[in-house]
């Protein structure tokens, strides 16, 4: 058996991107690779829009039928997935247009700005690597600003999505 190890560039426009992501998160747990892909690769090829494109199919497409529902005691709220192994609250932090934040550190004497998504308290970079408290000097809220047009009618995902919004820093 031949392994491949130098792949060709694959083009995909952001539908069949939106697409794969559908796949992955409907997916088995070994899918869960190429959802951490997105926030650790791709995140930063994509533009403001087309990340916020791929946020919003998500939540209407892949979690409509468990988050929308008519009655009126049932308020959009998000669930993992246990077949994505965690990997889906990841991908709805870093990609949650309202969750986004600057933070900055000292690093050998000098300020260095990142930018970061807060999940479970903490202020990740990626979904291996995240700021120690300790470490923080600065941190300020940047949400993107054309977020407002994307809301999906009916849904306050800034609220119901992230866990535990600080509100502005």
């Given amino acids: 058996m031949k392994i491949i190890t130098d792949m060709k560039e694959v083009k995909l426009d952001i539908f069949e991107l939106g697409y794969l992501l559908d796949t992955c998160l409907r997916g088995s ?71 986004q934040y600057k933070v900055t550190i000292k690093v050998d004497g000098k300020d260095k700005m990142f930018d970061t998504f807060l999940l479970d308290g903490s202020y990740h970079i990626n979904s291996r690597e ?23 009618a009916g849904v306050d995902y800034d609220r119901n999505i992230i866990d535990k919004y600080p509100g502005p820093i």
């Fill in 29 to 99: 747990h070994l899918r869960s690779g190429t959802i951490r892909r997105f926030v650790d690769e791709w995140y930063d090829i994509l533009n403001p829009t087309e990340r916020m494109q791929l946020f919003e199919w998500t939540i209407r497409l892949t979690y409509d039928d468990r988050w929308n529902c008519n009655e009126d005691n049932n308020k959009p709220h998000f669930e993992p997935d246990s077949r994505c192994c965690g990997e889906d609250k990841m991908f709805v932090h870093r990609y949650h247009p309202y969750n």
């Fill in 130 to 152: 995240y700021i120690s408290p300790e470490d923080i000097k600065d941190i300020r809220h940047n949400p993107n600003p054309d977020w407002e047009e994307f809301k999906h």
